[in-house]
């Protein structure tokens, strides 16, 4: 069985699919094949409540894996089940009301980049997912092929791909804009699930940082959140892998993000999976190269991209 669009990091992929109680498992990779829940972190209720009478179903599925991964959900921070497993983690804020937040849950500059944000002609409100919407959204993504030092995997997207990603999980999901002159200047897709709402990607408008957007964005997320009764807004990790510190970790942090840590289980699956885990070769490349290195190569990737790739578009 395949599945004709799977989206992972924002991007496409293909990938082997199988269905076990109503959840979409699809196995990924090359030489390593890993299998995991489709959208784990925002499918509803308990994903892996008796580990091994799932991979019993996973193995009768005969879906092409080695490895099978999973995560209890939030809030379980600690091993609960006798399989190899590695410390993962979320940026999680806990929300109570919104004054809470503002007056002591964040940093002072966040706290007046908020309550400027009107004066600097800000606004952001919930909106409903439509053409204008849309436009708003690809004109966005096609600002600029590099964000944060990297390609930015939705530049160049089709309008239709962009649509399909976005329209996911709907029933479950808002869509909050940030409007300058009444132009879209930042957006966030918040799809909750449980007690927990998630943000997705925050993406501002780089040639509107001084609107502070994605600042306005989050307030607004947490008000609506505190006014629906969420405890939770989370916004995917704090750190990846071995590089703790980052600017996008210390936004987070400044908006009053915390780091959780919980067990990721890998169950292998075949002899080559029980050799990859014991050899820790299921790992991302990140979470093994020292952060050291990865500043030097980060350094060298952005030198790279703002050398060749803005100033062939320039």
Known sequence: MSAPKIIIA???????????????????GKWLKMAQIYDEEIVPGETVTNPSEFIRQLLATKIPADIFTFAPKFPAQFPRFDYPHETDNWAVLPVSTYDHWLTKQI???????????????????????????????????NETPIRQGRKFWHYGKSREDVRFEIFR??????FIGAYF???????????????????????????HYEQRA????????????????IGHLRYAKMSYGKKKDSSLADF?????????????????????????????LHRQIQEIIPERIQIIILKFRMAYYTR????KKA
């Open 107 to 141: 940093g002072t500059d966040v706290r007046q980049n908020v309550k400027k944000a009107p004066k600097r002609g800000v606004t952001a409100r919930l909106v409903p997912f439509d053409d204008a919407f849309l436009d708003g959204i690809m004109e966005i993504y």
């Open 10 to 28: 924002g991007k496409q992929a293909k990938a082997s699919t199988a269905e076990i109680n109503g959840m979409l498992v699809i196995s990924t």
């Open 308 to 311: 060749f790739v803005l100033t």
């Open 169 to 174: 999980h709907m029933d479950r999901s808002h």
């Open 214 to 229: 994605p600042n306005a964005l989050i307030a607004k997320a947490v008000e609506i959140c505190a006014q629906n009764g």
């Open 252 to 280: 987070k942090r400044r908006n009053g993000f915390q780091e959780v840590e919980y067990p990721r289980y890998y169950v292998p699956l075949t002899i080559k999976g029980h050799i990859a885990v014991r050899l820790q």
């Open 181 to 207: 002159e009444e132009k879209l200047i930042g957006f966030v897709k918040m799809t909750c699930t449980d007690n927990v709402a998630d943000l997705g990607l925050i993406v501002p408008r780089q040639s």
